[in-house]
């Protein structure tokens, strides 16, 4: 079983996720900002990582970069999922060592495809 750590702020969009993966048959971890995204992420070393941009204390630009640069988790899939959808969002975000990004809203779907996409590689 396949473990995903799902980093967001909005506790909607967050249970929204982990409902969708744990349907799928996921295991689902949860962080609710940046530096807690982190620490999580160094402590359970997830098979893939959904991350929200725009989040107190430290933001999902920040949190890719601190896992791509850390040897535990370097090799961790970081899929960026954001409301920011112009294209130098996408473009920033993947030059911070994403794997994906997503622009919310999406279909669920969508994110669900990607995740599986990325695991499969």
Known sequence: MKTVLVVDDSTAQREMIKELLQASGMTVNV?????Q????????VPDIVVLDVVMPKMNGYEVCRTLKSNPKTQNVPVIL???KSEDFDK???MRQGA?????????PVELLSTIKQLLRN
């Open 31 to 35: 962080a609710t900002d940046g530096e």
């Open 91 to 93: 473009h920033w975000g």
């Open 99 to 107: 794997d994906a990004y997503v622009c919310k809203p999406f279909e």
């Open 81 to 83: 999922c954001s409301s």
């Open 37 to 44: 995204a982190v620490e999580v992420a160094l402590e359970i």
